[in-house]
Protein backbone atom coordinates (compact mmCIF):
# COMPACT_ATOMS: atom_id res chain seq x y z
CA UNK A 1 0.00 0.00 0.00
CA UNK A 2 1.20 3.24 -0.79
CA UNK A 3 -1.44 5.87 0.65
CA UNK A 4 -2.46 6.28 3.84
CA UNK A 5 -6.00 7.92 3.52
CA UNK A 6 -8.25 9.46 6.87
CA UNK A 7 -11.50 11.14 6.37
CA UNK A 8 -12.02 13.51 9.82
CA UNK A 9 -15.47 14.01 11.04
CA UNK A 10 -15.85 17.04 13.47
CA UNK A 11 -19.10 15.70 15.23
CA UNK A 12 -21.51 17.61 17.42
CA UNK A 13 -20.75 17.36 21.29
CA UNK A 14 -21.26 14.00 23.02
CA UNK A 15 -22.20 12.27 19.48
CA UNK A 16 -18.39 10.84 19.09
CA UNK A 17 -18.94 7.30 20.20
CA UNK A 18 -22.63 6.83 18.21
CA UNK A 19 -20.95 8.27 14.96
CA UNK A 20 -17.97 6.02 15.18
CA UNK A 21 -19.84 3.47 15.84
CA UNK A 22 -21.97 4.39 12.41
CA UNK A 23 -18.72 5.08 10.51
CA UNK A 24 -17.23 1.38 11.42
CA UNK A 25 -19.99 0.04 9.90
CA UNK A 26 -20.01 1.79 7.08
CA UNK A 27 -16.07 0.81 7.12
CA UNK A 28 -17.20 -2.84 7.19
CA UNK A 29 -19.25 -2.59 4.34
CA UNK A 30 -17.11 -0.47 2.17
CA UNK A 31 -14.53 -3.82 2.67
CA UNK A 32 -16.92 -6.06 2.11
CA UNK A 33 -18.02 -4.86 -1.35
CA UNK A 34 -13.94 -4.62 -1.98
CA UNK A 35 -13.90 -0.89 -2.55
CA UNK A 36 -11.23 -0.64 0.74
CA UNK A 37 -8.59 -1.83 2.62
CA UNK A 38 -9.58 -2.77 6.21
CA UNK A 39 -9.97 0.50 8.41
CA UNK A 40 -9.14 1.99 11.69
CA UNK A 41 -11.69 4.01 13.07
CA UNK A 42 -10.96 5.82 16.49
CA UNK A 43 -12.88 9.11 17.84
CA UNK A 44 -12.42 11.58 20.63
CA UNK A 45 -15.71 12.60 22.64
CA UNK A 46 -13.90 14.65 24.99
CA UNK A 47 -12.18 11.49 27.78
CA UNK A 48 -9.09 11.71 26.22
CA UNK A 49 -6.49 14.71 25.45
CA UNK A 50 -6.42 16.02 22.04
CA UNK A 51 -9.31 17.76 19.85
CA UNK A 52 -12.81 16.38 21.31
CA UNK A 53 -15.65 15.66 18.95
CA UNK A 54 -13.64 13.76 16.49
CA UNK A 55 -14.33 10.92 14.33
CA UNK A 56 -11.40 9.26 12.34
CA UNK A 57 -11.66 6.84 9.59
CA UNK A 58 -8.26 5.31 8.03
CA UNK A 59 -7.30 2.75 5.44
CA UNK A 60 -4.81 1.89 3.07
CA UNK A 61 -4.68 2.26 -0.60
CA UNK A 62 -2.14 2.04 -3.84
CA UNK A 63 -4.26 4.79 -5.49
CA UNK A 64 -5.68 8.01 -4.85
CA UNK A 65 -8.98 7.64 -6.70
CA UNK A 66 -11.90 9.49 -6.91
CA UNK A 67 -15.08 7.97 -5.84
CA UNK A 68 -17.34 10.11 -8.52
CA UNK A 69 -14.93 7.88 -11.36
CA UNK A 70 -16.74 6.32 -13.88
CA UNK A 71 -18.22 2.82 -13.01
CA UNK A 72 -17.95 3.19 -9.18
CA UNK A 73 -21.00 2.58 -7.53
CA UNK A 74 -21.38 3.26 -3.89
CA UNK A 75 -22.79 0.69 -1.60
CA UNK A 76 -26.41 1.91 -1.45
CA UNK A 77 -25.95 -0.39 1.90
CA UNK A 78 -23.01 2.37 3.21
CA UNK A 79 -25.42 5.25 2.06
CA UNK A 80 -28.15 3.90 4.54
CA UNK A 81 -25.38 3.15 7.34
CA UNK A 82 -24.43 6.50 7.31
CA UNK A 83 -28.20 7.92 7.48
CA UNK A 84 -27.71 7.31 11.19
CA UNK A 85 -25.73 10.22 11.77
CA UNK A 86 -25.88 12.56 9.48
CA UNK A 87 -27.46 15.33 11.43
CA UNK A 88 -24.18 14.82 14.17
CA UNK A 89 -21.86 15.65 11.49
CA UNK A 90 -21.03 19.06 11.63
CA UNK A 91 -18.12 18.98 8.89
CA UNK A 92 -15.99 16.46 7.47
CA UNK A 93 -12.65 16.23 5.52
CA UNK A 94 -10.10 14.32 3.63
CA UNK A 95 -6.52 13.90 4.16
CA UNK A 96 -4.16 12.15 2.32
CA UNK A 97 -0.80 11.16 3.39
CA UNK A 98 2.41 8.84 1.72
CA UNK A 99 3.37 5.74 2.93
CA UNK A 100 6.79 5.63 3.97
CA UNK A 101 7.86 1.64 2.44
CA UNK A 102 11.57 0.42 2.30
CA UNK A 103 11.00 1.17 -1.64
CA UNK A 104 10.97 4.42 -0.82
CA UNK A 105 13.76 4.72 1.57
CA UNK A 106 16.64 7.13 0.99
CA UNK A 107 20.01 6.58 1.61
Known amino acids: ?3 VIRRVYTVKPGSARRVATTVAKQ ?4 EEAGQ ?17 D ?3 M ?6 IDSPYREGNVIPRS ?12 IESRIE ?5 VPAKFQE
Open 1 to 3: MSY
Open 27 to 30: AELY
Open 58 to 63: EWTSDI
Open 78 to 89: VIEAGANSRDDI
Open 96 to 100: FFELM
Open 36 to 52: RSPCRVYFNGGTVPGEK
Open 54 to 56: RVY
